[in-house]
């Protein structure tokens, strides 16, 4: 009997999930259901398939999404080409990294990135460097390279020792072990780390804004622009479905490419 | 040395570990550079960043006199009222559904969690404006309770995300053996469950607040056109105009500052403990 009431009085415990359970069905899922229906209607309310042929029909649009894409791919790749080496080192004790570094690669990101992104824009002008393409990757790379550098860093640092240990001993050379030892296992921290980079990168329009002074407009432009108006709400509905359809299609097939080339 | 011994992976002669060195505060060196132009460029009257008129704390004056204006001045109360608000919330919130979820069927477990991954994944501007639509749709007015709800709805997740693993860590014992031990049910909750999971909930609740106060894409969207502004926003729309105010450059030197103050006396603290 004694038994059976503690476990009722955990069983009741569920229910403390209930409050955030209704946060998440009409503040989560509904407005996700809300773009989908504006997307889907006019401004009377109406059906119709009006907005994706205005996308479809529009070569601009279409190439602004491709061209965020690609910067953001390329800022991405920067990222972990940049910050794998800078999590490495710091999660590798024999380099004798100091502890306060890694606080000094978290502290940028206390400052608004809006007022850094305009003081990187400055730094340019200062140096007498051009504010174009470059410029905007350089300035996306500053902004999410600590979003890089943290998961890589968490995971690398989880790795059990004794695992290097007994690839030294069964004759692995040093990049031996780095390859098939440290790499695969980093894995899950590349993995976040791209999706924590190439997300806000892929939707950034305030970054391209500031930092080339509306000279090249990424996709994300367009559909604050359309919101915006206040006219072409429903439009902007469609492009933020496209835009995380899109979104959806390329982790899924990086999860697709993930599994197959952890089969063979 | 031609035999290996298990040690030498630890190991590193001088010159890779100085290219470690070298590599890291050469990027340290070009991720501070904008911060630098920040910092320095606070200590000058100038109006435009980059331009150095001569030592000044004048910017610092006006800034704590409230000559920098009222808009700036509302925005940084809205955005610490927003970011206490929103982090409670979150808090609380959160860590009622985290064990709300760890006394569920897995199979309910796997749903909420997954929904549960969509404010974290999504990028900002799909919160903002799925938000911003069900305002809309709803007819209500959006400011300052708009936006609160939208920071719980990307602040929570991570909540929920820092507070789970502790619970699934503690031993399911330990209630059941307070109970046994004469505790009610709820100073068995109190004294016991509440410490195993409340460094969880301090992580997540300084999270929410580093979420909160930087964010910019999401308040955008419901903070309506009342004029309602937090940093970020008033930041964005001060760039838009043309203008930065100077006594900006103050204001983010002074929170940096603070912050490196507080994560170094912590870390040293947290070595020294460690040391014990």
Redesign the interface.
Same mark, same amino acid.
């Given at each position: 009997m004694e038994l059976f009431w503690?476990n009722k009085?955990?069983?009741k415990?569920?229910?403390?999930?209930?409050?955030?359970?209704e946060?998440?069905v009409f503040?989560?899922?509904?407005? $996700?259901i $809300?773009?989908a #229906?504006?997307a889907f209607t006019n401004g009377a309310g109406h059906f119709t398939f009006y907005n994706f042929v205005q996308f479809f029909t529009q070569s601009d649009a279409i190439n602004t999404l491709i061209y965020s894409f690609g910067i953001a791919l390329i800022t991405t790749i920067v990222c972990l080409v940049?910050g794998y080496?800078?999590a490495y080192?710091?999660a590798t004790?024999?380099?004798?990294?100091p502890?306060?570094?890694i606080?000094? #690669?978290?502290?940028?990101?206390?400052?608004?990135?809006?007022?850094?992104t305009?003081?990187?824009a400055?730094?340019f002008?200062?140096v007498g460097l051009p504010l174009d393409e470059n410029a905007l990757i350089f300035g996306m790379c500053?902004d999410f390279?600590p979003f890089m550098i943290y998961p890589i860093l968490t995971s690398l640092s989880k790795i059990d020792?004794a695992l290097?240990?007994a690839s030294?001993?069964l004759g692995a050379t040093?990049l031996q072990?780095f390859f098939k030892v440290i790499l695969p296992l980093s894995k899950p921290g590349i993995q976040s780390g791209v999706?924590m980079v190439f997300?806000?990168t892929?939707?950034? #329009?305030?970054i391209s804004?500031?930092l080339t002074h509306n000279k090249i407009k990424l996709f994300?432009s367009i559909?604050?622009e359309s919101?915006n108006s206040g006219v072409m709400?429903n439009y902007?509905?469609a492009l933020?479905l496209i835009?995380?359809v899109f979104?959806n299609l390329t $982790?899924l097939l990086g999860k697709n490419a993930d599994k197959e080339s952890s089969l063979h | 040395m031609q035999i290996?011994n298990?040690r030498?992976?630890?190991?590193?002669n001088f010159t890779?570990?100085l290219i470690?060195?070298l590599?890291?505060w050469a990027?340290?060196l /070009?991720?501070?550079?904008? /911060?630098a132009?920040?910092l320095i460029c606070s200590f000058t009257e100038s109006k435009v960043?980059?331009n150095w008129t001569g030592f000044s704390v004048k910017l610092y004056t006006n800034l704590f006199s409230g000559v920098a204006g009222a808009s700036l001045n509302s925005a940084i109360i809205n955005t610490a009222i927003i970011a206490l608000i929103a982090a409670s919330i979150s808090t609380i919130?959160?860590t009622?559904?985290a064990?709300? /979820?760890?006394?569920?069927p897995s199979r309910?477990q796997n749903v909420?969690l997954s929904?549960?991954q969509?404010?974290i994944?999504?990028?900002?501007?799909?919160?903002g404006?799925?938000?911003?639509?069900?305002f809309?749709?709803l007819g209500i007015s959006r400011g300052l309770g708009t936006v609160i =709800? =939208?920071h719980?709805?990307f602040c929570?997740p991570y909540v929920?995300l820092s507070v789970m693993p502790r619970l699934k860590r503690m031993n399911p014992n330990l209630?059941?053996a307070a109970?046994d031990l004469g505790a009610t049910?709820a100073q068995a909750l109190r004294k016991v469950i509440i410490p195993e999971v409340f460094p969880g909930m301090i992580s997540g609740f300084i999270l929410s607040l580093?979420l909160s106060i930087?964010d910019?894409?999401v308040t955008?969207?419901t903070k309506g056109s009342e004029g309602l502004n937090t940093?970020?926003t008033y930041?964005?729309a001060d760039?838009?105009k043309g203008g930065?105010t100077p006594e900006?450059r103050p204001l983010?030197t002074l929170?940096?500052v603070t912050?490196?103050i507080l994560?170094?006396v912590s870390?040293i603290r947290a070595?020294k403990s460690s040391k014990k």
């Open positions: 503690k009085d955990l069983d415990r569920r229910f403390w999930a209930v409050p955030y359970i946060v998440l503040l989560v899922v509904l407005p $996700m $809300m773009i #229906f504006y940049v080496p800078a080192f710091m004790r024999s380099f004798r990294i502890a306060v570094m606080i000094l #690669f978290i502290l940028p990101m206390w400052v608004n990135f809006l007022l850094r305009i003081a990187t400055e730094l002008g200062l500053y390279l020792t290097l240990e030294q001993d040093r072990t999706i997300m806000p892929v939707s950034t #329009f305030a804004e500031l994300g559909i604050q919101i709400l902007g509905a933020s835009l995380l979104i $982790m | 290996k298990h030498s992976i630890d190991r590193r890779q570990r470690a060195h590599y890291l990027l340290l /070009i991720l501070y550079a904008p /911060i132009v920040i960043l980059g919130l959160g009622l559904a064990f709300g /979820i760890h006394y569920m309910h909420i929904i549960n969509y404010p994944i999504n990028p900002d501007i799909i919160t404006i799925s938000l911003f639509l069900l809309v749709a =709800a =939208a719980v709805v929570t929920v209630y059941e109970l049910p580093t930087d910019f894409g955008l969207f940093l970020s930041i964005y760039a838009r930065l900006l983010f929170i940096f912050i490196l994560l170094i870390n070595a």
